[in-house]
């Protein structure tokens, strides 16, 4: 709606902004979102909505674990501007092929030798592997006497059934139930749960598809959750979010924003005030490996827009393929120049009053909103299929912009480097997941004494995992994939 601001705004600049087109229309100053909703020129300054961070501070700056040399690398990024490290074990959606190998307690424990664990968080990403992968960090709590930090074990029921077309026997209420009472025993604060939306959006998802499915991922947790006994009030602070950010600034910010606005809704309809935990990942999607360097522009914008937008915690993948030593060092560069020199972190929501952003972050929740609330009526997405139908015409849009070159890339739809880089192999399918070996209980308890006495997580996993496909998975996709070298 225009309020009487934006209508004298307007009043004052169409005249100018006339006289500067030298003919064309207004219209070609309007821009087209990724989410297919409109974005105007000009706007006044709007009554701010505050929706970011709950507490003081920059966001925490997030190293993930899942090179060769893990103790290394781990002690080379917490020395050089880390605050905490992700544990991506092999075949977790977001391992992109590659992953941890450190699958028994041992090797875990070496993995992170000379990691005091009480002053660092720990973040999972295991997939259909969580619970096993949580079972394995309480054995080594239990055999180090000490818990870390913070733990988010990400234990995500309908990601894991979207990333893999497999529902994971953690999907039922009682093992879900049953899985959380024993993460909480570590003692650490943090997560238990997660809503990924970063599986969608690496699959093509708009941000408004991804946003709705991350609530519809929530919806279906507390649903769960308190199938199995356990209240709404209990389960909500023990959910966070995962959200992807991209080279589209603004989209990315009002999307974390809105993120925020959204979850408070599910949260009063509960009965409860608790904040979102809120984690950001810079898009693999939207890397060129064919011109690498051209990617740190991508992901310094995609950091700061989650910072920006309010993220808990930001991870930057590393600019080029392989993630060598010196990627990943400008991966954490970039999160310290924003937050130590140019200071992005010391508000929470710097975008709250701004016009356009408050209109965005609007459009944008109410459209998500809506998406959501169609998910919901339809039953289960992933099973439906209306994910996948979701995600299709959103990329099916996206490959249109590029198309008719709506949409720059550097060093992809322009200026392409004479000589590309020869474009790797990606998104490798999942590990296997192996039978067990041995009478492995199913309950935590029971995993977490498996582990205890050496079990890998292959094993775990299988006693955690309906190994019966039921639909197809989301696969991943580029947004440069086409224009590969």
């Given amino acids: 709606m225009e309020t009487n601001a934006q209508a004298s705004l307007l009043a004052d600049w169409v005249p100018l902004a006339e ?3 030298k ?28 929706l970011g961070r709950p507490f003081a501070g920059p966001w925490h700056v997030v190293a993930r674990m899942d090179g060769a040399d893990p103790a290394a690398q781990a002690r080379t990024d917490l020395e050089n501007g880390a605050s905490e490290l992700a544990l991506v074990f092999a075949g977790a959606p977001g391992a992109f092929g590659g992953g941890l190998t450190a699958t028994t307690v041992d090797a875990l424990d070496d993995a992170l030798s000379g ?17 096993g992968a949580a079972a394995l960090v309480a054995a080594l709590v239990e055999r180090r006497g000490t818990a870390p930090a913070a733990l988010h074990a990400r234990i995500d029921p309908l990601g894991t059934f979207a990333a893999t077309g497999i529902l994971p026997a953690f999907a039922d209420p009682g093992a879900l139930v049953d899985a959380v009472g024993g993460v909480s025993a570590i003692g650490a604060p943090g997560t238990v749960l997660t809503a990924d ?18 609530l519809h991922s929530l919806a279906t947790i507390l649903r769960l959750a308190d199938a199995g006994g356990m209240a ?65 522009l991508r992901l310094t914008i995609a950091a700061f827009s989650a910072g920006v937008g309010g993220a808990d915690s930001v991870t930057v ?20 120049l924003l937050i130590e020199e140019s200071h992005v972190g010391r508000l929470s ?77 990606e998104f490798a399918a999942p590990a296997p997941v192996a039978t067990a070996t041995g009478d492995v209980a199913a309950n935590f308890a029971g995993l977490k004494a498996a582990a205890a006495q050496g079990a890998p997580l292959a094993a775990l996993a299988a006693k955690a995992t309906d190994m019966a496909p039921t639909c197809p998975p989301l696969v991943p996709v580029r947004i440069a994939a086409s224009f590969g070298g």
């Fill in 19 to 21: 006289k500067a087109l």
């Fill in 23 to 50: 003919g064309q229309g207004l219209e070609t100053l309007n821009t087209e979102t990724p989410s297919g909703f409109t974005l105007g020129p000009l706007y006044a300054a709007a009554e701010p909505s505050y």
């Fill in 115 to 131: 990691i005091v664990l009480d002053l660092v968080p720990l973040r999972l990403e295991a997939g259909a592997s969580a619970v």
């Fill in 197 to 214: 939306g970063r599986i969608a959006a690496e699959a093509g998802a708009s941000p408004t598809t991804e946003l709705a499915f991350a």
């Fill in 232 to 296: 709404p009030v209990k389960t909500l602070p023990l959910v966070g979010m995962a959200l992807s950010a991209s080279e589209e600034q603004f989209a990315t910010i009002a999307k974390f924003r809105a993120a925020r606005r959204l979850h408070k809704l599910i949260a009063g309809a509960c009965g409860i005030d608790t904040p979102l935990t809120l984690h950001g990942e810079t898009a693999r999607r939207m890397l060129s490996f064919s011109d690498p360097q051209t990617n740190l």
């Fill in 317 to 336: 993948l590393p600019f080029d393929a392989e993630g060598s030593a010196f990627a990943r060092r400008m991966a954490r560069n970039i999160q310290t």
């Fill in 349 to 425: 929501d710097p975008g709250a009053g701004a016009g356009a952003v408050e209109a965005y972050t609007d459009s944008l929740a109410e459209a998500a909103w809506a998406t959501f609330q169609m998910m919901e009526s339809e039953g289960d997405a992933v099973a439906t299929g209306r994910l996948a139908e979701l995600v299709a015409a959103d990329r099916r849009a996206a490959e249109k912009a590029l198309e008719g070159k709506r949409k720059a890339m550097i060093g992809v739809t322009i200026h392409p480097p004479q000589s590309p880089a020869a474009v790797p192999d």
